[in-house]
């Protein structure tokens, strides 16, 4: 069975840092690029970051690059996102999601988010004071 789990969301303070983990089973990271897209209230669904198949290559919104960082433990079968200088805006729920390779590499706009084939069930976080 594939699947993706999400953990690491919580509290944390604006400044603050957390570390996300998308850890994957019934398949191969080497086949599959991986992203990172969150959902806040009110807000549109927004693709923050991408990681290609096997660690290739990487993607980032405007809005959280140089602040954010992905990563991929293949060993682990696991994505992390390093989230670093934390806002009240990037408040969400973060979800990861896997892309076959026979797509092509990483994409991060809403509008081919139904070629993410993959979903985990989400982590929240919240920054606030």
């Known amino acids: 069975q594939l699947q993706l789990v999400e953990s690491g969301g919580g509290l944390v303070q604006p400044g603050g840092s957390l570390r996300l983990s998308c850890a994957a089973s019934?398949?191969?990271?080497?086949?599959?690029?991986i992203a990172w897209f969150r959902q806040a209230p009110g807000k549109d669904n927004e693709g923050v970051s991408c990681?290609?198949?096997?660690?290739?290559?990487?993607m980032y919104a405007d809005s959280v690059k140089g602040r954010f960082t992905i990563s991929t433990d293949n060993a682990k079968s696991t994505v992390s996102l390093q989230m670093n200088s934390l806002k009240p805006e990037d408040t969400a729920v973060y979800y990861c999601?896997?892309?076959?390779?026979?797509?092509?590499?990483?994409?991060?706009?809403?509008?081919?988010?139904?070629?993410?084939?993959?979903w985990g069930q989400g982590t929240t976080v919240t920054v606030s004071s």
């Open positions: 990681i290609g198949s096997s660690g290739g290559s990487t």
């Open positions: 019934g398949f191969t990271l080497d086949d599959y690029a």
């Open positions: 999601a896997a892309r076959s390779d026979v797509l092509g590499g990483c994409v991060l706009t809403v509008a081919k988010r139904h070629e993410y084939n993959y």
